[in-house]
């Protein structure tokens, strides 16, 4: 129990992971009810029933998702999934990809605006462009340029969660006819 106590997730989130983890350190990983951890659980193909029943009646559409793609996952727990995967959860997550997407649109076009600065500043005809001024707003393109590569990194993994719960809608939608 001393890892699981450990106070740093990653240390938590490792041991969730682990195929050889009892089941009451999963139990204990699972109360602490922290999404990555719960994710990394719900991929352990070692997770107890119980526990995967448990993880199932979360609303942490990554826990779900994960759960649902761990080949020991229990056919009953299966089908719980299944039918709580529904059209309004998955309406949230493309107005969540929305919003990002218009995010990192913005973010892309403050960056292009301040890269043309920089650049205006070094390579200009101005003769009043201090070094200080070209250092600011090079450090203002790479703050933004640092941001549109986050945006886009989670622009992404929407995208993926959003076409896994899909998948996951589909097979619930062809069950329940």
């Not at 090079?138 to 590569?149: G, I, K, V």
């Not at 959003?162 to 589909?170: A, F, G, P, R, T």
């Amino acid at each position: 129990m001393v890892l699981a106590d450990d106070l740093r997730q990653e240390v938590q989130k490792s041991l969730a992971g682990n195929p050889v983890l009892t089941d009451s350190l999963q139990s204990h990983l699972l109360r602490k009810r922290v999404d990555d951890i719960d994710v990394e659980l719900a991929r352990n193909k070692s997770l107890a029933v119980a526990l995967q029943a448990e993880l199932a009646q979360y609303n942490n559409t990554d826990g779900l998702i994960a759960l649902f793609n761990n080949q020991s996952l229990d056919k009953g727990v299966r089908k719980t999934i299944l039918q709580k995967c529904n059209r309004e959860e998955l309406k949230v997550l493309e107005k969540r990809l929305t919003i990002k997407e218009e995010e990192l649109r913005r973010i892309t076009l403050r960056s292009i605006k301040a890269q043309d600065a920089a650049m205006n500043a070094m390579f200009g005809t101005s003769l009043f462009n201090s070094d200080a001024k070209i250092d600011r707003l090079n450090a203002e393109y790479d703050r933004l340029s640092e941001e549109q590569d986050r945006l886009f990194g989670e622009v992404g993994m929407l995208e993926n969660k959003i076409e896994k719960y899909v998948e996951i809608l589909k097979i619930s939608e062809n069950n329940s006819h």
